[in-house]
């Protein structure tokens, strides 16, 4: 499956950006899905993820109660809903399918070429 990522770009902080991810095909509707980034020197890190219906979500402690993770199975695509930025939150957004279909990716099963996002301070 190819993920399309798109909705990074240049934000001050305390902006608000929405992420889009949407996949080749309904093969991804029984997985869970998924955002990681990677800042610049810096490994890349889990964000949020997302269960196959929607009923549970998981978030890096790093971004709880500023984003927000959502997901349309009707379109194949995910979303990740990001409010309060703050210049730490620079990076290359990736998203993800993880392998089981639970929220909690621990193995994943494909990437998406990510999409920059910015933070100004």
């Known amino acids: 499956v190819q993920l399309q990522a798109s909705g990074g770009g240049l934000v001050q902080a305390g902006g608000s950006l929405r992420l889009s991810c949407a996949a080749s095909?309904?093969?991804?509707?029984?997985?869970?899905m998924g955002w990681f980034r990677q800042a610049p020197g810096k490994e890349r890190e889990f964000v949020a993820g997302?269960?196959?219906?929607?009923?549970?979500?998981d978030y890096a402690d790093s971004v709880k109660g500023r984003f927000t993770i959502s997901r349309d199975r009707a379109k194949n695509t995910v979303y990740l809903s990001m409010n309060i930025l703050k210049p730490e939150d620079t990076a290359v957004y990736y998203c993800?399918?993880?392998?089981?279909?639970?929220?909690?990716?621990?193995?994943?099963?494909?990437w998406g070429q990510g999409t920059l996002v910015t933070v100004s301070s």
């Open positions: 997302i269960s196959w219906n929607a009923g549970s979500t």
């Open positions: 095909d309904r093969t991804v509707s029984n997985n869970g």
């Open positions: 993800v399918v993880s392998l089981n279909p639970t929220a909690y990716i621990r193995t994943v099963r494909s």
